[in-house]
């Protein structure tokens, strides 16, 4: 079956949960500048969120542009994906409403955990379903460093959270967002490289 359905439904739920998030901040009581410093750990959780989303999307269209078609198994693994994304409203608002409390911290890094694991769920359906170790989207991940590194560090950052300082978590939190900030050209470059040899 075709991804143009797969890709304009994840679309649309990523969507909605930046939507989500913005509407859960609240309008500040007051007129001046002064009214939005209580506001600041809900903008910093929002920002962090909306970055994570954010990479979310953008390497998710690189994965879904490496392929032609998909399976069943590929609609549940995009689907599991899509719910642990769809967590990221709740655990924004709760640890930006508590000023980055260690449980809501620690709760956040299992959203954000549960998410890698899904998309590593997802990288290895797609590559799967078009061929294995020789797909294109394979030939491109390659070792995949940055997607090692990623569930490690936020298994490291859940009982920092809890047992250490809420801010270790969300510095680790921070790091592995800029991680993925950097451009990642691997897909791009083997698309562009399989595209002059046809």
């Keep these: 079956m075709g991804k143009n359905r797969l890709e304009a439904f994840s679309d649309g739920v990523l969507a909605i949960i930046i939507t989500i998030m913005v509407l859960e901040m609240k309008i500040p009581h007051g007129d001046d500048l002064a009214a939005l410093w209580p506001l600041w750990p809900v903008v910093l959780s929002y920002l962090l969120s909306f970055i994570y989303v954010g990479i979310y999307w953008n390497n998710h269209h690189h994965l879904l542009h490496t392929i032609k078609q998909i399976s069943g198994g590929v609609l549940w693994a995009n689907l599991h994906l899509l719910f642990w994304l769809s967590l990221i409203p709740f655990v924004t608002g709760w640890m930006g409403e508590n000023h980055f409390a260690p449980v809501p911290t620690a709760l956040y890094g299992v959203v954000m955990l549960g998410s890698a694991i899904a998309y590593w769920i997802l990288q290895r359906r797609l590559i799967a379903t078009h061929g294995g170790a020789q797909s294109l989207l394979a030939k491109a991940l390659g070792n995949d460093v940055k997607g090692a590194i990623s569930p490690i560090l936020y298994l490291l950052a859940i009982p920092s959270a809890l047992f250490i300082h809420q801010w270790v978590a969300g510095a680790i ?16 470059r083997m698309i562009a490289a399989a595209e002059s040899t046809e």
Aim: zero cysteines; hydrophobic letters at 60%; glycine letters at 0%.
């Design 173 to 188: 939190y921070v790091v592995v967002a800029l991680i993925w900030l950097i451009p990642d050209r691997r897909i791009e």
